[in-house]
């Protein structure tokens, strides 16, 4: 069992929420945040293998485990573990595992664009062998919500377009800023969000499942 933890963050509005969960679950845990909005602005112009080196300097010096919250820089950042010499766990790794054994169908809704493809090629590695149908869609409108303040509204689009969706055996929130929709929802669908499962396996050592 781990007892601290390393946080790497691409927005503020995600040390709140680990921290609450930590308080909910993880009593006594230690999380240190790092936060780096300029690491997925980067990412978004240049692709997510553009700023490798920059989040291998971030997390240079760091002891013990970190978990990467940003979905578009979590298969860069867990690459770079032998690097660092430390575990590295990105936060949507549980969630994609437990997603693949709900059924085939999978849809994943994104507020960004730059979160896609990680997210489906996350997808993929977990299924292993098995055959999976992934269909992602960009919630329209969602991160212009989320970069100006309005948390509601935010979520509120994303759970709409989650009760939008039809045959599908699961709903995979791509993105951790996303997980408050969970609870808005009215679909029977089961819908997967990433921080709760995340957080978890970074604290069990980075078991998934």
Known sequence: MVTELTLLH???????????????RHPGAVLR????PQLLDRAREGGPE??????????DGVRGPVLVTCSTLGAVAEALGPRLGVPVL?????????????????VVLAA??????????????????RAVRVHSQVVGGAWQLFEAGDT????????????????????????????GAARLVRTPVPVLSSPAPGLAAALLGGRTG
């Open 10 to 24: 691409t927005s503020p509005v995600h040390v709140p929420v680990f921290d609450a969960l930590r308080d909910e």
């Open 33 to 36: 945040h790092l936060v780096v």
């Open 50 to 59: 553009s700023v490798a080196d920059q989040v291998l300097g971030v997390l």
């Open 90 to 106: 990105r936060v949507d790794r549980p969630m994609a595992a437990a997603a693949v054994r709900q059924g085939p169908q999978i």
């Open 112 to 129: 960004l664009a730059s979160t896609v493809g990680p997210t489906e090629e996350l997808l993929a590695e977990e299924a292993g062998g």
């Open 152 to 179: 509601d509204g935010y979520l509120e689009a994303v759970a709409r377009a989650a009760d939008a969706v039809v045959e599908a055996d699961v709903i995979v929130l791509a993105q951790a800023s996303m997980a």
